[in-house]
Protein backbone atom coordinates (compact mmCIF):
# COMPACT_ATOMS: atom_id res chain seq x y z
CA UNK A 1 0.00 0.00 0.00
CA UNK A 2 1.14 3.45 -0.64
CA UNK A 3 1.14 5.56 2.17
CA UNK A 4 2.40 9.16 1.58
CA UNK A 5 5.37 11.22 -0.33
CA UNK A 6 8.03 10.55 2.52
CA UNK A 7 10.71 12.56 0.67
CA UNK A 8 11.88 14.93 -2.12
CA UNK A 9 15.67 13.69 -3.20
CA UNK A 10 17.25 17.05 -4.24
CA UNK A 11 20.81 17.05 -5.50
CA UNK A 12 22.99 19.66 -4.77
CA UNK A 13 26.62 20.52 -4.90
CA UNK A 14 27.04 21.95 -1.31
CA UNK A 15 24.78 21.20 1.54
CA UNK A 16 25.88 24.06 3.68
CA UNK A 17 25.44 26.39 0.73
CA UNK A 18 21.97 24.82 0.03
CA UNK A 19 20.93 24.65 3.58
CA UNK A 20 21.60 28.65 3.98
CA UNK A 21 18.51 29.06 1.66
CA UNK A 22 16.39 26.41 2.99
CA UNK A 23 16.87 27.12 6.59
CA UNK A 24 17.46 30.81 6.23
CA UNK A 25 15.86 31.91 3.59
CA UNK A 26 12.95 29.75 3.52
CA UNK A 27 12.60 28.99 7.95
CA UNK A 28 13.06 25.47 7.69
CA UNK A 29 14.91 22.96 10.24
CA UNK A 30 17.64 20.45 9.80
CA UNK A 31 16.81 17.65 11.32
CA UNK A 32 20.07 15.81 10.39
CA UNK A 33 23.04 15.10 8.19
CA UNK A 34 24.36 11.26 7.45
CA UNK A 35 26.63 9.93 5.27
CA UNK A 36 25.69 7.05 2.97
CA UNK A 37 29.00 5.70 2.36
CA UNK A 38 27.50 2.88 -0.43
CA UNK A 39 25.78 5.78 -1.91
CA UNK A 40 28.80 8.04 -1.98
CA UNK A 41 26.68 11.21 -0.87
CA UNK A 42 26.19 12.92 1.83
CA UNK A 43 22.21 14.01 2.99
CA UNK A 44 20.00 16.11 4.59
CA UNK A 45 17.05 15.97 6.21
CA UNK A 46 14.92 18.78 6.12
CA UNK A 47 11.23 18.16 7.65
CA UNK A 48 8.65 19.71 5.58
CA UNK A 49 4.72 19.14 7.62
CA UNK A 50 4.31 15.03 6.97
CA UNK A 51 6.72 15.00 4.34
CA UNK A 52 10.65 16.02 4.08
CA UNK A 53 13.30 16.99 1.72
CA UNK A 54 16.46 14.91 1.49
CA UNK A 55 18.93 16.91 0.37
CA UNK A 56 22.28 14.87 -1.33
CA UNK A 57 25.65 15.88 -1.85
CA UNK A 58 28.08 13.87 -3.63
CA UNK A 59 31.25 12.94 -1.62
CA UNK A 60 32.71 11.46 -4.83
CA UNK A 61 31.65 12.22 -8.73
CA UNK A 62 31.76 8.25 -9.23
CA UNK A 63 28.80 7.96 -7.00
CA UNK A 64 25.05 8.09 -8.59
CA UNK A 65 24.67 11.24 -7.32
CA UNK A 66 27.69 12.71 -9.06
CA UNK A 67 27.12 11.09 -11.93
CA UNK A 68 23.26 12.82 -12.13
CA UNK A 69 25.01 16.55 -11.57
CA UNK A 70 27.71 16.13 -14.15
CA UNK A 71 24.59 14.82 -16.93
CA UNK A 72 21.69 16.96 -15.46
CA UNK A 73 23.11 19.75 -13.24
CA UNK A 74 21.76 20.31 -9.80
CA UNK A 75 17.85 20.29 -8.85
CA UNK A 76 15.01 17.32 -8.67
CA UNK A 77 16.12 14.29 -8.30
CA UNK A 78 13.82 11.61 -7.01
CA UNK A 79 10.42 11.57 -5.05
CA UNK A 80 10.24 8.69 -2.70
CA UNK A 81 6.54 7.18 -1.73
CA UNK A 82 6.37 5.18 1.52
CA UNK A 83 4.95 2.11 1.32
CA UNK A 84 4.00 -0.94 4.07
CA UNK A 85 5.01 -3.81 2.05
CA UNK A 86 8.30 -2.80 -0.41
CA UNK A 87 9.26 -6.44 -1.52
CA UNK A 88 5.63 -7.47 -2.70
CA UNK A 89 5.30 -3.83 -4.37
CA UNK A 90 8.50 -4.90 -5.95
CA UNK A 91 7.21 -8.16 -7.12
CA UNK A 92 4.32 -7.02 -8.14
CA UNK A 93 5.90 -3.84 -10.39
CA UNK A 94 8.48 -6.69 -11.59
CA UNK A 95 5.31 -9.06 -12.74
CA UNK A 96 4.01 -5.94 -14.63
CA UNK A 97 6.92 -5.59 -16.94
CA UNK A 98 8.45 -2.35 -14.82
CA UNK A 99 11.85 -1.66 -14.90
CA UNK A 100 13.79 -1.79 -11.35
CA UNK A 101 16.85 -0.31 -10.37
CA UNK A 102 17.59 -2.28 -7.33
CA UNK A 103 15.89 -6.08 -7.41
CA UNK A 104 15.88 -6.54 -3.59
CA UNK A 105 15.47 -3.40 -1.29
CA UNK A 106 18.77 -2.29 0.18
CA UNK A 107 19.43 -0.01 3.18
CA UNK A 108 19.35 3.63 2.37
CA UNK A 109 19.84 6.91 4.53
CA UNK A 110 17.63 6.59 8.13
CA UNK A 111 17.41 3.08 8.13
CA UNK A 112 14.65 3.11 5.68
CA UNK A 113 14.51 -0.05 3.53
CA UNK A 114 14.80 1.41 -0.10
CA UNK A 115 14.45 0.86 -4.17
CA UNK A 116 14.85 2.66 -7.04
CA UNK A 117 12.34 2.02 -10.22
CA UNK A 118 13.86 3.13 -13.53
CA UNK A 119 12.78 6.58 -15.15
CA UNK A 120 12.82 4.42 -18.63
CA UNK A 121 9.99 2.95 -17.04
CA UNK A 122 7.94 5.86 -15.36
CA UNK A 123 7.78 8.66 -18.02
CA UNK A 124 11.39 10.36 -16.59
CA UNK A 125 11.12 10.36 -13.27
CA UNK A 126 13.34 8.67 -11.08
CA UNK A 127 11.28 6.96 -8.28
CA UNK A 128 12.02 5.05 -4.74
CA UNK A 129 10.02 3.28 -2.78
CA UNK A 130 11.17 2.85 1.39
CA UNK A 131 9.62 1.50 3.90
CA UNK A 132 10.31 1.95 7.10
CO1 LIG B 1 15.49 9.18 -1.09
Known amino acids: MFEKIDHIGIAV ?3 ELALQFYRNQLGLELKGIEEV ?3 KVKVAFVPVGESKLELLEPTDST ?3 GKFIA ?3 TGFHHISFRVSDL ?3 LKQLREQGVELIDQ ?3 YGAGGAKIAFLHPR ?3 GVLIELCEH
Open 71 to 73: KKG
Open 121 to 123: STG
Open 37 to 39: DEQ
Open 13 to 15: NDL
Open 104 to 106: EPR
Open 63 to 65: GPV
Open 87 to 89: EDK
